[in-house]
């Protein structure tokens, strides 16, 4: 899918709808991060308006770049009672080649954090 939509890049709509998506399925039944998901993809359209078509499309590079590393690395990891993190990996965060590393961002239980995968 990646290389598809790098050679046929989607309209600005279509990349803030797939980037919601992403953020839905990443930060699915955590409202805060949810929130700060979405205002952050808004404020990076927002800061676009003025762009030229060729700047537009160089963003819209970026964008695309940004939702599969949000569907493809992200995963949510929740602290539980005995201090640790728990997550569920689905598959495809496991289909990767990568370093194997959990990166675990300050800020306590229910914070995101991304996980790259070797593949086995």
Do not use: W
């Amino acid at each position: 899918r990646h290389a598809r939509a790098m050679a046929s890049l989607p309209t600005s709509l279509g990349l803030f709808r797939s980037l919601l998506r992403a953020r839905s399925a990443a930060f699915k039944g955590d409202p805060t991060a949810l929130t700060a998901a979405r205002t952050e993809i808004r404020k990076h359209f927002d800061e676009s308006k003025h762009l030229s078509p060729s700047e537009a499309s160089g963003k819209i590079k970026e964008g695309v770049e940004a939702e599969s590393f949000i569907r493809l690395h992200v995963v949510q990891a929740v602290g539980n009672e005995r201090g640790n993190y728990e997550m569920t990996v689905q598959t495809h965060h496991t289909d990767l080649e990568g370093s194997n590393t959990i990166e675990v961002p300050s800020g306590g239980a229910g914070a995101a954090g991304s996980c790259a995968g070797e593949k086995k």
